[in-house]
């Protein structure tokens, strides 16, 4: 990523002494957050990043943006965001590589196509337009891909990918010309609260005085919530992409393509492809180095459904983390239990697709406003009062 000017302390130097909101994690979330709180008129806003901005999860070079989601609160997010990613150009004046090639879900089995069709139906009565598709048409619009593994499979021509580093940078320089202080190579080292209320954060810098802490602090996110007793169920899981090298030939246009049997995906990449799987054998950690591991399993999955793809040559590669949830859904909402702890984080591969959509939904929690969507189904405490009522069935 560029170097954001003005954004970093000496070396040596303290941290601002006193916040009115301190935002834990510089990617996608953070930058958003921060830039509609201080577009909302709050002030003194303090972002501190462990690293550099956008090298945790947002650091993948291109990210799916989409709205085709099993539940109405996904969809939600996702189609706010899409508008938000498609005004981008006109109200940063920063081309973020939107492309809105689609999505296209490939079915292999008829409950899988039952499934898409019930989530095709919830869409499109949310305002979407996907559809379901024969897979003589699935190979039309993706060649690369074999008709007879195919049952069918949903497409949704609105969404696609853009460039995560590009909206970070520029949810960032916003922030920056609204009065937001971003530091970064700032480690948050405690979070402390005192009568039930946030007191104060203490960096490898200096300790800033703040009643309101936001962590968007993605795959460390549990240990932030740790700081001040709340349980963030967040575990952290490598994943692995390859490019191809750029053809000298054009490269046919394809949508973002996922089999959901064995999860492998593909698009372009400029003038190559972006190859990738979830691949299951993955232990969770912190590790991001790169290896070939999860090959195997990607030409596994190639083999049935786009022969072309196996064994791909591959000219570079990346390895990130996922942020997951048990039930991998988001963590979004503020602590019961502790005055002025609020948290966006959990979002198990979705966070740069709902980044622009959470940054609003956050800033109105903070706010104490009515939002666009009921926060409450995101909130963590869905898994404290599950571990609840799971004990209290178990012990009667």
């Excluded at 619009?141 to 970070?168: C, Q």
């Excluded at 030939?249 to 698009?267: A, C, E, G, Q, R």
């Excluded at 959470?358 to 929690?365: H, Y």
Aim: proline fraction near 5%; glycine fraction near 8%.
């Amino acid at each position: 990523m560029s170097q954001l000017v003005s954004l970093n302390l000496p070396a040596g130097t303290t941290v601002p002494s006193h916040a009115d909101v301190v935002i834990v994690g510089g990617g996608i979330m953070g930058t958003s957050i921060a830039f509609h709180l201080a577009e909302a008129g709050v002030r003194n806003i303090v972002l501190v990043e462990r690293a550099e901005l956008g090298t945790g999860s947002s650091a993948k070079p291109l990210g799916g943006v989409r709205a085709t989601f099993s539940d109405p609160a996904n969809i939600i997010l996702g189609q706010r965001s899409l508008r938000s990613f498609e005004d981008f150009n006109y109200r940063f004046k920063t081309d973020i590589g939107l492309r809105k090639v689609g999505y296209l879900f490939l079915c292999r089995s008829e409950a899988e196509m039952l499934d898409c069709e019930r989530s095709t139906h919830i869409q499109n009565g949310l305002g979407s337009n996907s559809r379901m598709i024969a897979p003589t048409e699935a190979v039309e619009i993706n060649p690369f891909l074999r008709k007879e593994a195919l049952v069918g499979a949903s497409f949704s021509p609105d969404d696609g990918f853009a460039e995560p580093e590009k909206v970070v940078q520029a949810y960032a320089e916003a922030a920056v010309a609204l009065g937001v202080r971003i530091l970064e190579h700032t480690e948050v080292m405690d979070v402390a609260s005192a009568d039930g209320c946030i007191r104060s954060v203490t960096t490898n810098r200096g300790t800033i005085q703040t009643n309101a802490v936001i962590c968007c602090a993605g795959a460390w996110s549990q240990r932030i919530g740790e700081m001040v007793d709340v349980h963030l169920p967040v575990t952290p899981v490598r994943r692995q992409i390859g490019m191809t090298p750029q053809l000298s030939t054009p490269m046919p246009t394809v949508p973002f393509t996922l089999d959901l049997s064995t999860t492998m995906y593909f698009h372009n990449y400029a003038n190559g492809m972006l190859l990738g799987i979830s691949n299951s054998n993955q232990e969770p950690g912190f590790s991001r180095d790169f290896s070939h591991e999860w090959l195997p399993e990607f030409n596994a999955a190639a083999r049935i459904c786009a022969p072309a793809l196996v064994e791909p040559e591959l000219a570079q590669g990346w390895a990130g983390l996922y942020e997951n949830t048990p039930d991998h859904n988001a963590l979004i909402g503020a602590s019961k239990t502790v005055e002025g702890f609020y948290y966006a984080t959990g979002f198990s591969g979705h966070g740069f697709l709902q980044g622009p959509a959470v940054g609003e939904l956050i800033r109105d929690l903070y706010l104490s406003r009515e939002s666009f969507l009921d926060h409450s189904s995101f909130s963590a405490d869905r898994f404290t009062e599950a571990t609840k009522l799971f004990r209290e069935v178990h012990i009667i």
